[in-house]
């Protein structure tokens, strides 16, 4: 009967040989009763040094920030709508252009102002604007 | 009890209760680790409150795996920043290790066998006192010390085998193991 060496027994405890080498040790320590007391000595030894204990006081946790405080879905809706808003509104503007105004003018002629070489000075007088 | 997962998302929902919960759950074990990485209680307790808030805003796609693998990777991130800073200031307390006086973490080991075996954890190389602490004091399965520290899983049995190994050669030496 080969006894597994104490590396691999020690690997067995820890669950770090591949499935075929772990079959292995587990049948043997079946039938070997030293070995099973070697590996129940390091199962032994692993625990101890899991329930090392650090005393830790617990504090208050961490306030949740105020924004958490909202719903998350009232809050995702709002940035929707908004983002929403945002892009409608900046659709129109693009789909409207500005349109250059027209001004019309009269020209009104004045008697007073008319030149001896028959040329009339006129004054212009905006009559209609529109877009 | 409600799963971490809910209470999670009951906690990122404004549910205070929930929020108090989870922390109580989850605080102790993760500033037994971060304390333990970075050498310091103090820094491993601001760790641990800087993790939870930064878990408040982690936006859940799906639950994969568990909030304390998640929590714990977050956390073992923070630490491995944090003691790069420190490094770059000043040196980490192994002065006060060296001479025998206890470290303030050392301090809220109660018990004298605890305390001896939280020693040679501690001497061990970084690389093997970070897996130790994340598989022994944080009770991490394989795949997620893999995950939380993107080293191979081979990588991380292995360093697991030899840094208890070599603890249980210490401690045979000091007569804590027979």
Not at chain 1, 32 to 58: T, Y
Not at chain 2, 80 to 94: F, M, N, Q, V
Not at chain 2, 160 to 172: D, G, I
Request: glycine share 4%; aromatic share 6%.
């Amino acid at each position: 009967m080969t006894h597994p060496d104490a590396d691999t027994l020690l690997k067995f405890a820890l669950k770090t040989l591949d499935q075929s080498e772990s079959s292995s040790v587990a049948e043997h320590l079946s039938v070997c009763e030293k070995c099973k007391d070697l590996q129940q000595k390091i199962l032994g030894e692993l625990a101890r040094l899991e329930e090392v204990e650090i005393h830790i006081d617990v504090p208050a946790p961490p306030g949740l920030p105020r924004r958490l405080r909202l719903p998350l879905a009232v809050s995702r809706w709002a940035a929707v709508l908004a983002i929403g808003f945002l892009l409608g509104y900046m659709t129109a503007q693009l789909s409207d252009p500005v349109r250059p105004v027209v001004v019309q003018q009269r020209l009104i002629p004045t008697r007073a102002e008319v030149s001896s070489s028959g040329f009339v000075s006129c004054q212009a007088i905006d009559v209609t604007t529109s877009p | 009890m409600i799963d971490d997962w809910q209470c999670l998302e009951t906690a990122q929902g404004g549910d205070e209760k929930a929020w108090r919960d989870l922390f109580a759950r989850h605080y102790p074990s993760l500033v037994k680790m971060t304390s333990c990485i970075t050498g310091s209680i103090e820094t491993g307790h601001d760790l641990a409150q800087e993790s939870f808030v930064r878990l408040l805003r982690f936006r859940i796609r799906h639950h994969t795996g568990s909030v304390t693998s998640l929590l714990s990777t977050i956390a073992y991130r923070l630490a491995l920043k944090e003691k790069h800073r420190i490094s770059l200031y000043h040196r980490p307390d192994a002065a006060l290790i060296a001479d025998g006086s206890p470290s303030p973490l050392e301090l809220a080991i109660r018990n004298d066998t605890d305390r001896i075996i939280f020693r040679v954890m501690q001497s061990l190389s970084v690389e093997h006192r970070e897996i130790l602490t994340l598989r022994l004091m944080s009770g991490h399965s394989y795949e997620e010390i893999a995950r939380i520290t993107g080293i191979p899983i081979g990588t991380v049995k292995s360093r697991v085998f030899y840094a208890v190994k070599e603890c249980r050669q210490m401690l045979k030496e000091r007569g804590v193991f027979k």
